[in-house]
């Protein structure tokens, strides 16, 4: 054999295993880099293997598993976090009650209640609280059964501006015992249809208006209603002239057990689940529900629906 080709065979060989280092062997001690960090549970890391031969989609494709699954344990994790909190929250809420009927309860066995008239204001206040229990409880009910999508609803395609104005009839009912005025504009949308679920959107117009109830602060008293069409949706306004709401909290009065008064200050009662059973159940709906608010002016909480085609 000569010089010659002994060179061009050893040059060949140092060729062709630089080749195989580069692109087989290179990526495999790197797959399998990678498949012991993802046994042992370490997923923050990328996977940086790329070509067009079946090694490079190899190392796609696994990067592609590990981003996922990455991803799918960091939203159970969320899960978990929002489970806990949750509990605290639920826990928080059940426990004011219950202190105040037990608080109520000793006071009647310990004979504090002397008088026919402390015993019944005594038993009214026991039933209250229970009653505010019942709600809760009712309202936590609902939202998991939301939550896990097992509430069944019944839809029907309703001519919305009716179906509002046998609402607003009774609110105007309601609003004047309260003495709260009601201002109405519902001018657009006659021919629209929406396919609604009756109960449930009563319960959404329901969540709102007891919402802006509770927080009024002001000696003149003010519900507003507002309807309008655009392009192929139906939006309902629903404003009051309350305390309106933070900049900082205005994003998250849709998140369950959220009040905007960080102390969570149950005077004013509720369960704040109110409008986080509203926006699941618009959702539902195909829709969209958003909060427009300036502090000390008031709130408008806005729902779009979309109309049903033929029907604008």
């Known amino acids: 054999m000569s010089q010659s080709t002994v060179v061009v065979l050893l040059l060949t060989h140092i060729l062709l295993t630089t080749y195989m280092s580069r692109t087989i062997i290179r ?17 923050d890391f990328q996977v940086k293997i790329s070509g067009k031969d079946e090694l490079g989609q190899l190392g796609m494709a696994f990067e592609e598993m590990r981003s996922k699954l990455q991803q799918s344990i960091l939203v159970q994790q969320q899960y978990e976090t929002n489970r806990k909190e949750l509990i605290t929250n639920i826990s928080h809420d059940l426990k004011t009650p219950i202190t105040a009927i037990k608080g109520y309860v000793d006071g009647i066995l310990e004979g504090v209640a002397d008088s026919p008239e402390k015993n019944e204001k005594y038993m009214r206040t026991i039933a209250a609280k229970a009653g505010e229990m019942d709600h809760l409880i009712d309202e936590l009910f609902l939202y998991s059964k939301l ?13 919305i501006l009716p179906f509002l104005n046998d609402w607003v009839e009774e609110l105007k009912l309601d609003l004047e015992k309260q003495e709260v005025d009601l201002h109405i504009a519902m001018n657009s949308g006659e021919a629209a249809r929406v396919s609604v679920d009756r109960e449930s959107f009563k319960r959404v117009l329901g969540n709102i208006i007891q919402n802006s109830l509770k927080y009024m602060d002001k000696p003149e008293k003010r519900i507003t209603v507002h309807t309008w069409v655009e392009a192929q949706s139906f939006t309902l306004a629903i404003g009051d002239n309350g305390p309106g709401i933070p900049p900082e909290a205005a994003g998250h009065i849709f998140e369950r057990f959220y009040r905007a008064e960080q102390s969570r200050n149950t005077n004013t009662g509720g369960s704040g689940l109110g409008l986080a059973i509203a926006k699941q159940i618009i959702e539902e709906h195909g829709g ?7 502090e000390g002016e008031g709130t408008v909480i806005r729902i779009v629906l979309p109309i049903e085609r033929g029907a604008e």
């Open 288 to 294: 969209a529900i958003y909060a427009d608010s300036k």
């Open 27 to 43: 990526p495999l001690l790197e797959l399998r880099k990678a498949a012991k960090r993802v046994t042992e549970g370490d997923l």
């Open 147 to 159: 939550d896990m999508q097992k509430l069944p609803f019944s839809f029907e395609s309703v001519p």
